[in-house]
């Protein structure tokens, strides 16, 4: 099975890219957590990117707050997908980190999901794989049922309320 990398900017990411990696838990995909950053350790991020597809991972989250440069740094040295995550971590509330991921010029795009949507990201990874992977299609499909059954559970709870 493909790996996923995890990648944060720094350890105060960990935290909110804690759920990333509970999700991916939850679905039994291997996966590896990074603490990377695109202006701090330029070199190990790109070196990491470069030799991802060779270590055998299938996807790549990368979460960082502020001027949030890494997933779109990380995307420009493979063509993994990089799935970006911005994180609020700054007085913006996490809008500077959303623009900086999600606003990558044509020809190298970052899957970029919500602010603090590390558990999204993860999801979004597990489907990547799923489409030649039939195991994590199988738990998308159990998780996607249990959610739709909690959700239900809290409509008949309502009901009952009235
Ligand atoms: C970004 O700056 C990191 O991704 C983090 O969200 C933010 C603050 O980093 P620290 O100053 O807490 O290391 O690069």
Redesign the pocket.
Known sequence: MKKVAVI??????LPLMQGALDMLGKLNIPCEAHIY????TPDAAADFARNARAEGFGAIIA??????H?AGALAARTTLPVIGVP?K??TLDGLD?LLSTVQMPSGMPVATVAIDGAANAALLAAQILAVSDDTIAQKLEELRARQTEAVLLKDRALQEQK
């Open positions: 944060m900017g720094s350890d105060s990411d950053s695109a202006h701090r979460g960082a707050g502020k001027a949030a890494l994180i971590s700054s980190a």
